[in-house]
């Protein structure tokens, strides 16, 4: 058998400078996409946001767990705003798919950090050398 050890490719994380238009082209793109015949059923809904909001957790890594999902809210209003301008009605059925897509993919990482926690693994509280 032969020993060679493989190195995993591994990605670096998107630098900052970039996180605003990325995330600005991801909820464009999944606004876009809400409005469409693709999101009509729930599951394609729910399905639209965790993709949504799973990609900005891959994009953005260094981003603060608790603000992706503040920013996939926003979207989820401006998805039900949209057709209000048309003379349609906000729909309880897509608000509630679009929020289970966002729990799904946030939920997860949350649960991570509550494991973290109780395992003891807390960060001390000087988080940053300027805050000194």
């Not at 991801?26 to 639209?48: E, M, N, Y």
């Not at 509630?96 to 897509?101: C, K, N, S």
């Amino acid at each position: 058998m032969i020993a060679r050890s493989f190195e995993l490719l591994t990605l670096s994380a998107l630098p900052r400078r970039f996180y605003a238009p990325v995330g600005f082209a991801i909820g464009a793109l999944v606004l876009g996409l809400s409005q469409t015949t693709l999101a009509d059923p729930f599951l394609g809904r729910v399905f639209l946001f965790y993709i949504g909001t799973s990609l900005a957790y891959v994009f953005m890594p260094l981003m603060r767990r608790g603000d992706i999902p503040l920013v996939a809210v926003w979207v989820v209003l401006f998805s039900e705003l949209l057709p209000g301008f048309t003379g349609h009605m906000i729909s309880a059925e897509n608000v509630l798919a679009d929020g289970l897509g966002i729990l799904m993919a946030t939920a997860p990482i949350y649960v991570a950090r509550f494991r973290q926690v109780q395992q003891g693994d807390i960060r001390s509280e000087v988080r940053r050398s300027a805050d000194d």
